[in-house]
């Protein structure tokens, strides 16, 4: 099974690791399939909006809501966040080299959100490349049952574990 994840300790740090391997590995000609996350700051010093952009070159989805100044709590919009899940799933089923999710985040850890997508790729024998952040890594860590690797959050690291992942797809095709 080759299933890896990234952890960045800045804040939005492993977000644009991701787009940038997503960018990088789709510049070598592989087929990546997934997520990652646009985080734009606002203009109203509120939190940041939130985006997912659907790979390679997908639709990119809102997946924050704006909740008011005072709103406190999970900003996730579930709907939006399955949307881009269904759109993944279609698109993972037309074939992929890699998939890339930007988290495993609270759905995940709740048995929704990716975690079925991230399993059909595993059973397909696709690489997946997941970033999770600390509140989840004990989630993912069960998920995972001790068959991930953790990999430092860095894109050429990132790229060459890809690489050695897809190797013997590409072989045997």
């Known amino acids: 099974m080759n299933l890896a994840y990234t952890m960045a300790p800045g804040r939005g740090d492993t977000d644009l690791i991701l787009h940038k391997l997503a960018a990088d590995l789709g510049a070598c000609g592989l087929r990546c399939c997934g997520t990652v996350q646009i985080n734009s700051e606002r203009a109203d010093s509120g939190p940041c909006d939130m985006d997912v952009q659907v790979l390679p070159d997908g639709p990119v989805l809102r997946i924050s809501q704006d909740l008011g100044p005072s709103a406190r709590g999970c900003r996730l919009d579930p709907t ?14 037309g074939g992929a080299d890699v998939l890339i999710i930007n988290k495993f985040g609270k759905h995940e850890a709740e048995g929704r959100g990716f975690r079925a997508v991230i399993a059909e790729a595993l059973a397909l024998g696709i690489p997946v490349i997941v970033g999770v952040n600390g509140l989840n890594l004990a989630s993912f860590e069960e998920f995972a049952g001790g068959l991930a690797s953790r990999l430092p959050p860095d894109c050429e690291t990132l790229a060459a574990w890809a690489s050695r992942a897809i190797a013997p797809a590409i072989e045997a095709a």
């Open 80 to 93: 939006a966040l399955e949307t881009a899940v269904g759109l993944v799933a279609a698109s993972l089923a």
